[in-house]
């Protein structure tokens, strides 16, 4: 990266937003139960003027039946170091929403890893049951679980699905 001030101010927006996210609020709610975290990082895009990554992978809370998968991603502009929202690349609107239940594949890291509990019809007929009006607004309002990532192809949009679907589902909606 061509600007260390930049580069500093990504980090520590990745570094305190992540930690943050993925492990204090978690030890806030059982402060004295043991979190286990298990995520890989993913560069899914780094151009002269967008970075994008995902985290996927899985947390546990000891005494808990079993590991939940998770999802956590960033996008950032290089140029001046902030952080992109999914509105900087979409209009958040009914469109959106009726191109992520019209899309043809949707993903988990089960499936990614060959062990999933879920196909990809499955998937796609948990979304396209979810309320329009309550995935617009959870869209909107950034609620937790529903994050997005670049590649270069490709707007990558997780939705949260039942624990028995492997919790979440990665929709690929193409670039135009």
């Given at each position: 990266m061509q600007n260390r001030n930049n580069e500093r101010k990504i980090n520590e927006s990745?570094?305190?937003?992540?930690?943050?996210?993925?492990?204090?609020?978690?030890?806030?709610l059982y402060p004295e139960l043991q979190l286990i975290t298990t995520m890989k990082c993913q560069v899914t895009l780094h151009t002269d003027e967008i970075f994008s990554f995902v985290l996927l992978g899985t947390s546990y809370i000891e005494t808990g039946?079993?590991?939940?998968?998770?999802?956590?991603?960033?996008?950032?502009?290089i140029t001046?170091?902030?952080?992109?929202?999914?509105s900087d690349f979409v209009d958040i609107n009914e469109e959106f929403i009726k191109n992520i239940k019209n899309a043809k594949r949707a993903t988990t890291i089960p499936m990614m890893e060959g062990v999933a509990t879920a196909t990809n019809e499955q998937l796609m007929d948990l979304i396209n049951s979810k309320d329009d009006d309550m995935l617009l607004k959870a869209f909107k309002e950034k609620w937790g679980g529903y994050k997005f990532y670049i590649t270069p192809y490709s707007l990558v949009v997780s939705v949260p699905t039942y624990h028995a679907a492997d919790d979440f589902a990665l929709v690929e909606l193409s670039s135009k």
């Amino acid at each position: 990266m061509q600007n260390r001030n930049n580069e500093r101010k990504i980090n520590e927006s990745i570094k305190n937003t992540v930690l943050k996210d993925l492990v204090y609020n978690s030890k806030k709610l059982y402060p004295e139960l043991q979190l286990i975290t298990t995520m890989k990082c993913q560069v899914t895009l780094h151009t002269d003027e967008i970075f994008s990554f995902v985290l996927l992978g899985t947390s546990y809370i000891e005494t808990g039946m079993h590991p939940n998968y998770g999802v956590y991603s960033m996008t950032f502009n290089i140029t001046n170091g902030l952080q992109l929202e999914l509105s900087d690349f979409v209009d958040i609107n009914e469109e959106f929403i009726k191109n992520i239940k019209n899309a043809k594949r949707a993903t988990t890291i089960p499936m990614m890893e060959g062990v999933a509990t879920a196909t990809n019809e499955q998937l796609m007929d948990l979304i396209n049951s979810k309320d329009d009006d309550m995935l617009l607004k959870a869209f909107k309002e950034k609620w937790g679980g529903y994050k997005f990532y670049i590649t270069p192809y490709s707007l990558v949009v997780s939705v949260p699905t039942y624990h028995a679907a492997d919790d979440f589902a990665l929709v690929e909606l193409s670039s135009k």
